[in-house]
């Protein structure tokens, strides 16, 4: 229930500003007073005010400091998941509030994997625009390990990934598989290899992705490759300066083949000669039961064709 710019936790009970949640589920995010509060735009004091008040509405202490640093308590655990529900469904009614001035209809989420999704995007949106103009569809890209738990938290309606994770209990539309490269400078002296295998990166500066951006990347390197190669190696973080030291002669990496629709100009990308390299497609996943919320059923069967449509035409 809202009132006055506060959310109403429970029928009876405390209420607490919907601000405070946001800023308390920055912080849980980081467990960093200091980052939280520069993310949120806000004095340190400010947001442990903001916190203590809370705690204190709530009854019960939601972080506690230890010797690693802040900790969720067990209630703060608890409290995360519901309090981005609790975000998420403000933001939903403004929105529709919103829309309705603008006479739209509703309102479709997608969560996107940046370059993987590529190749759909524009055609997810001018199919959108031809057959349901009164529908607006609102794009994010966000990092890979968090595409799940934004659908899973209902902060997007539709994500389009890599892999179907079983344990989200979500429907699917693969739009194609893809698989793993080496990507080199074009003047690199593999860029005039057809193939190479990881025996060929020896004496070569492999940038080895980080586990929280490419945990899939980061699994099959720590598997295949020879303590040897890697001792070379530079951690990355984020794709753009990845992609900016192999072009610019620094490095080269295994990366997803989807990354060529993004860097294919600039970069050589080679298939990787290596005995069970793993595949995976690139898919649009919704929740299977997103059916129970508004507008979902009727707006996700409109994804589903238009996903259909897209997988047909990338077939072709």
């Given at each position: 229930m809202c009132d006055n710019g506060r959310i109403v936790l429970r029928q009876g009970g405390p209420d607490v500003r919907i601000r405070y949640i946001r800023e308390f589920l920055e912080l849980a995010s980081t467990l960093n007073y200091t980052e939280a509060a520069k993310r949120l735009h806000i004095t340190q004091p400010?947001?442990?005010k903001h916190i203590d008040a809370m705690e204190k509405i709530l009854g019960t202490r939601l972080l506690v400091r230890a010797s690693s640093g802040m900790e969720l308590t067990d209630a703060g655990k608890a409290f995360v998941d519901d309090a981005r529900r609790i975000a998420n469904d403000y933001a939903l009614a403004l929105d529709k509030i919103e829309l309705r001035k603008r006479g739209l209809a509703s309102v479709i989420r997608i969560g996107y994997l940046r370059d993987a999704a590529r190749r759909v995007l524009l055609p997810l949106h001018a199919w959108f625009k031809k057959y349901h103009p009164d529908i607006e569809l609102r794009f994010l890209s966000v990092e890979y390990t968090r595409?799940?738990?934004?659908?899973r938290t209902r902060e997007a309606d539709v994500i389009i990934t890599m892999d179907d994770d079983p344990a989200l209990r979500?429907?699917?539309v693969p739009f194609y598989d893809d698989t793993f490269a080496v990507a080199v400078a074009p003047w690199h002296r593999l860029a005039?290899?057809?193939s190479v295998k990881l025996a060929d990166l020896m004496g070569e500066r492999l940038l080895v992705p980080s586990s929280h951006v490419w945990p899939n990347i980061r699994s099959f390197l720590d598997s295949r490759c020879s303590a040897e190669l890697l001792a070379n190696s530079r951690r990355m973080s984020d794709v753009d300066t990845l992609f900016f030291l192999i072009e610019s002669g620094q490095g080269i990496a295994v990366v997803a083949s989807h990354n060529r629709y993004v860097y294919g100009d600039k970069v050589k990308f080679l298939p990787l000669d290596e005995p069970d390299v793993p595949t995976f497609p690139v898919s649009a996943l919704w929740l299977k039961d997103s059916s129970e919320y508004g507008d979902s059923a009727r707006n996700l069967e409109l994804v589903r064709r238009a996903c259909e449509r897209i997988r047909r035409d990338l077939g072709e």
């Open positions: 400010a947001l442990s595409l799940a738990d934004d659908l979500a429907e699917s005039q290899y057809e």
